[in-house]
C-alpha cells in the first residue's frame, strides 16, 4: 500500500493509469485537480477520490499532500513545478520533464532548497527488466558498450491542430518520443554524449516532424536514433557490446529482452516484470526515493537527457513561444559603439527569431536580410566574428549562417569603433531604427 497522499494534476490517459496503479497497490489518489473543474470531478467520482479542488493550484497549498504528479501537457510543467517544489511538495512530472535545460535548472534548485523530491516519470528506469540488464552489464558479461541504435515512430493523424504537432502545446518527435529514446541511451552509456550531428524534417506548425540523431560520447561509444510522428517504427532498442547484443522491443515499458552473443550466436531470453505494472514501479520507487534522501530516480539520467534535447533543438533552431520572451532573447554577437557619438550597430539577428517556425518565416527572413541589414551594415562584412557562441538564444546556429554575410554599421569616424563582445536583449523590432537606444547590455 503506499505510504504517502497522492495528488495529481491533470486526469488524461496517464493519470487513470495513476489511479488505477494506486487501487491495484492497495491505496487510492488523496486528491485530483484540474484546469477544467468538470474533468476533476468527473474523474474523481470514477475512481472514488475524495478530494477535488477548484483550482489546480490549490494543491500545492493542501499541507495533506506528500506527492504530486504532474500530468499536463510539458510546455505548462515548470509553471506548476516551481511552485509545488517552492510549498515543500515532492514532485513525479511527466515526460518531458520541461521545456528545455534552463528550465530544468532552475526546478532542480529549487527542489534543492526545500528539500524535496523532484523526478521525471521516465517508466524504463523503474522497469524491472531494466535493472537486471544493469547488473548483467556491471558484471562484464556483455563487455564494453559499442553502439546503440533506436527506432520510435507513430503514425499520427496529420492535423495540425493536434498536440503532436501543435507549437503552442510543445508538440514534436523529440519531446514526446525521442526523450524515451534518449533516456534509453543513456541509461546504457557510460557517459553522457558530447557530440551530436542530426537531421530534422519540419512540420508545416514549425515543430519536428520526423529526425534522425547521431550521438558519441568520449569513451567512444555511439548510438543513433530515428524518430517520427508520421512514420510507424517499431519501438526497438538495440545496444551492441563486444561480446554480445541486447535487443528490446516496447522499451518504454518492456518486460522482456533478448540477448545474442557474439561467440556462438546463441540467445538469451530474458523476463522481468510486466509491462501492466509500469506506473506501480514508479510509484514505488518514488516512494522509496522519498523516504530515502531522493535516491533511486535516475535524476542525473534526466538531467543529461534534456541537456541533450536542449542543444538538439538548438542545432534545429527550433523553440517555443515560451522560449522566445525577453529572457531568451539573448546571445553573444560582436557590438560597435563608435566613441564619437554615432549611433552603435549590432550584428543582430534578432529578425529571425522566428525563422523555421511558421510556414512564411522564410519569406520574413529573405525580407530581413535584404531590406534591414544590408540597409544598416552597408560594409566589411569581414568583421563578423565567426566566434558567435550560443547563450540563451537557441537559433544561434541558423542565424550564424543566415547572418554571416552582414555588415556592421559605422559612425562618422569609422574604423575608430570599438568592438568587444556582450550581451544584449533584444525586446522589439525597432532596436536599430531609433539609434540603438533600446539596447541593454547584461554583465
Known amino acids: 500500500m503506499p505510504a504517502y497522499r497522492w495528488a495529481t494534476l491533470g486526469c488524461g490517459v496517464i493519470g487513470n493509469e495513476l489511479a488505477q496503479a494506486m487501487q491495484a497497490l492497495g491505496g487510492n489518489l488523496y486528491s485530483v485537480g484540474n484546469r477544467t473543474h468538470e474533468k476533476a470531478l468527473s474523474f474523481a467520482e470514477k475512481y472514488g477520490i475524495a ?8 494543491i500545492f497549498s493542501d499541507p495533506d499532500v506528500d506527492i504530486v504528479y504532474i500530468l499536463t501537457p510539458h510546455n505548462t510543467h515548470i509553471r506548476y513545478l516551481l511552485p509545488a517544489l517552492a510549498a515543500g511538495k515532492h514532485v513525479l512530472c511527466e515526460k518531458s520533464i520541461t521545456l528545455n535545460s534552463l528550465e530544468l535548472d532552475q526546478a532542480r534548485r529549487c527542489a534543492d532548497e526545500h528539500g524535496v523530491v523532484l523526478a521525471e516519470a521516465m517508466t524504463l528506469y523503474h522497469m524491472p527488466i531494466y535493472k ?8 562484464g558479461a556483455l563487455g564494453p558498450l559499442r553502439f546503440i541504435q533506436m527506432n520510435f515512430g507513430s503514425y499520427k493523424e496529420y492535423d495540425m491542430n493536434n498536440r503532436f504537432f501543435n507549437r503552442s502545446l510543445a508538440g514534436g518527435a523529440l519531446l514526446d518520443i525521442g526523450v524515451y529514446a534518449l533516456s534509453f541511451v543513456r541509461y546504457f552509456m557510460s557517459c553522457q554524449p558530447d557530440q551530436i550531428a542530426s537531421q530534422v524534417r519540419l512540420a508545416p506548425t514549425g515543430v519536428d516532424e520526423q529526425a534522425g540523431i547521431l550521438l558519441q560520447n568520449r569513451e567512444g561509444e555511439m548510438a543513433t536514433l530515428s524518430l517520427s510522428l508520421h512514420a510507424k517504427q517499431p519501438k526497438r532498442g538495440m545496444a551492441a557490446f563486444d561480446k554480445g547484443y541486447i535487443e528490446i522491443y516496447d522499451y518504454p515499458r518492456a518486460d522482456t529482452a533478448t540477448i545474442t552473443y557474439t ?6 531470453v530474458l523476463q522481468a516484470g510486466s509491462q501492466s505494472k509500469a506506473l506501480q514501479y514508479e510509484i514505488r520507487d518514488m516512494e522509496d526515493a522519498v523516504a530515502h534522501g531522493g535516491q533511486g530516480m535516475c535524476q542525473a539520467y534526466t538531467k543529461d537527457v ?3 534535447m536542449t542543444a538538439i533543438r538548438q542545432q534545429w533552431g527550433l523553440t517555443y513561444p515560451e522560449e522566445e520572451g525577453e529572457r531568451n532573447e539573448l546571445f553573444i554577437g560582436r557590438y560597435l559603439v563608435d566613441p564619437h557619438g554615432g549611433r552603435p550597430g549590432l550584428l543582430h539577428a534578432a529578425r529571425f527569431r522566428h ?3 511558421r510556414p512564411d518565416a522564410g519569406q520574413e527572413c529573405r525580407q530581413y536580410r535584404h531590406e534591414e541589414f544590408h540597409e ?3 560594409r566589411d562584412p569581414g568583421l563578423l566574428d565567426r566566434r558567435l557562441q550560443p547563450a540563451l538564444w537557441p537559433r544561434h546556429r541558423r542565424i550564424h549562417r543566415h547572418a554571416r554575410f552582414l555588415r556592421p554599421a559605422y559612425g562618422p569616424h569609422g574604423r575608430d569603433a570599438l568592438s568587444g563582445f556582450g550581451l544584449f536583449a533584444l525586446p522589439d523590432r525597432s532596436l536599430c531604427r531609433d539609434g540603438g537606444h533600446r539596447v541593454r547590455r547584461y554583465g
Open 132 to 139: 537486471q540488464l544493469a547488473e548483467l552489464i556491471r558484471s
Open 376 to 378: 544598416l551594415f552597408p
Open 306 to 308: 534534456m541537456d541533450l
Open 51 to 58: 478530494k477535488v479542488y477548484d483550482k489546480p493550484e490549490d
Open 355 to 357: 525563422a523555421r517556425s
Open 263 to 268: 561467440a556462438d550466436g546463441h540467445q538469451d
